[in-house]
């Protein structure tokens, strides 16, 4: 079955540590991206990258980072200088970057310690 | 900066019935593209609909329409036949048509529906 798949589906985070959640996909799609969803708030842009080995900061990339190697896997890695990671982490992709649907994947929760 | 503004945090319907929930948000662009997602208790994201603003046609997917009204920036969701089904978070969402942030969704803070039997 075509789709993304992330894990973990739950993440413990101690504090100064840095943990990594995976996304990947077997859509075939050259663009993905991370969003951060908060209680009682939609979803906001971490990093987005449209094609490998690139990648664009989103509206609230402090604190995190992400590489782009594959075309199928797109890891953001919570780094220590995030001072409150406690969030629901949604990864997505499309064909392109823009004009194309994005699908989601199960996304991440990731707990502080 | 562009804004999505849901303005029901809550809404209620009756199993069978219509429910509409409403969408306003703020651009000064005139090509981009809007989306309503739903969120059940998974957590999961669908894609509900999508509208390009090029089009005049509201878009229409199954019992899931939207009436987009350009002009005043405004795009609601119509749910015919409600089921129980369709209980869970609707969020509407922008996203730019062109230049380099194409691709980024600015979403709203969403709208919970409840399907009552």
């Known amino acids: 079955d075509g789709g993304i798949t992330q894990s973990p589906k739950y993440l413990f985070r101690k504090e100064g540590q840095n943990v990594t959640l995976s996304c990947e996909q077997n859509l075939n799609h050259d663009a993905m991206y991370w969003y951060r969803q908060d209680p009682g708030q939609g979803l906001r842009l971490i990093y987005y990258?449209?094609?490998?080995?690139?990648?664009q900061k989103g509206d609230i990339a402090e604190g995190y980072s992400v590489s782009r190697e594959k075309k199928e896997s797109f890891p953001l890695t919570v780094t220590s200088a995030q001072k409150n990671p406690t969030a629901f982490y949604l990864c997505a992709s499309s064909m392109v970057g823009g004009r194309e649907t994005q699908y989601f994947g199960p996304g991440t929760r990731l707990l502080v310690l | 900066a562009q804004t999505v503004t849901q303005s029901q945090p809550e809404m209620s319907v009756q199993e069978a019935e219509t429910v509409t929930l409403s969408c306003t948000y703020d651009?000064?662009?005139?090509?981009?593209?809007l989306f309503w997602y739903k969120q059940p208790p998974s957590r999961q994201m669908i894609l509900v609909i999508r509208?390009?603003?090029?089009?005049?046609q509201n878009a229409t997917e199954n019992r899931f329409s939207v009436n987009f009204q350009k002009a005043a920036k405004s795009f609601s969701l119509k749910i015919s036949d409600s089921q129980l089904g369709d209980a869970a978070m609707y969020f509407c969402a922008y996203e730019r048509g062109y230049g380099g942030s194409q691709g980024n969704l600015i979403f709203g803070k969403g709208t919970k529906l409840s399907v009552k039997p």
């Open positions: 990258s449209q094609i490998v080995n690139d990648f």
């Open positions: 509208q390009e603003a090029y089009k005049q």
């Open positions: 651009t000064s662009e005139s090509d981009y593209y």
